[in-house]
């Protein structure tokens, strides 16, 4: 088993729709959570971060943290097609630059006109 | 500002030769990570740098892979010899050490192996 686990979809919604991406892990020592886009051909950039437990919201993109049950999300609002790329959940013991990041296989999505 | 830079953008070669990637991180990140993936998979690290300093390389096949980033900048990574399982992305990504959680990728070097 993996320590991140994530549906590789592909995952294809119309423009406008509320995306939902999740991902699980076993390692409960994971502290830092991010999440990657990663466009056809190119590098994976940061999305999103979060610390711990909670939420956190940056314009359309709200990311949760549920560490009693070892489950991360990303939710879109109002999705747009330049939305369509892979999602990639990454998660450290140790903060990104200190501790290895742990990526899960990531969520191919297509957000159609 | 410049991102991080890699070169070949696409690399084919027959088994058993050998590759090298080349990875020139933003001025100023002292720290370097190159990173392996596969289609259809999340990046798998195979060794970090900070500045000429491998801390981590317990995920780099020694018996084939090496990297070196000698002056604490650019790297290379190298392969010798490949194999068809090494057909991938490899991708370069850096990072300050200090106050930031966040790593900036390259753009990678998709490599094949005939």
């Known amino acids: 088993q993996k320590e991140v686990e994530q549906d590789p979809g592909p995952l294809s919604v119309p423009e406008g729709a509320i995306v939902s991406l999740n991902c699980t892990y076993s390692?409960?020592?994971?502290?830092?959570f991010m999440w990657y886009r990663q466009y056809s051909r190119k590098g994976p950039e940061l999305l999103m971060y979060?610390?711990?437990?909670g939420n956190k919201e940056d314009g359309r993109f709200t990311a949760q943290v549920d560490k009693s049950s070892k489950y991360i999300s990303l939710f879109i609002r109002d999705s747009q097609p330049s939305d369509s790329a892979t999602y990639l959940c990454?998660?450290?013991?140790?903060?990104?630059?200190?501790?290895?990041?742990?990526f899960g296989r990531g969520t191919q999505l297509t957000v159609w006109p | 500002e410049a991102g991080v830079v890699q070169s070949p953008r696409y690399k084919i070669i027959e088994k058993k030769q050998p590759v090298a990637f080349w990875c020139n991180p933003i001025?100023?990140?002292?720290?370097l990570y190159w990173y392996l993936q596969n289609l259809g998979q999340g990046p798998e690290l195979l060794i970090r740098?900070?500045?000429?300093?491998?801390?981590?390389d317990s995920q780099l096949p020694k018996d084939r892979f090496s990297a070196e980033r000698l002056k604490g900048v650019d790297s290379t990574l190298k392969i010798q010899p490949a194999e068809l399982g090494d057909s991938a992305v490899y991708l370069c990504?850096?990072?300050?050490?200090?106050?930031?959680?966040?790593?900036?990728f390259g753009p990678g070097t998709r490599l094949t192996v005939l």
């Open positions: 979060t610390y711990s437990s």
């Open positions: 740098y900070e500045n000429e300093e491998a801390v981590d």
């Open positions: 990454a998660m450290s013991d140790r903060g990104s630059t200190l501790g290895r990041l742990y």
């Open positions: 390692n409960s020592a994971f502290q830092y």
């Open positions: 990504a850096s990072s300050q050490t200090i106050g930031t959680h966040e790593q900036f």
């Open positions: 001025s100023g990140h002292n720290t």
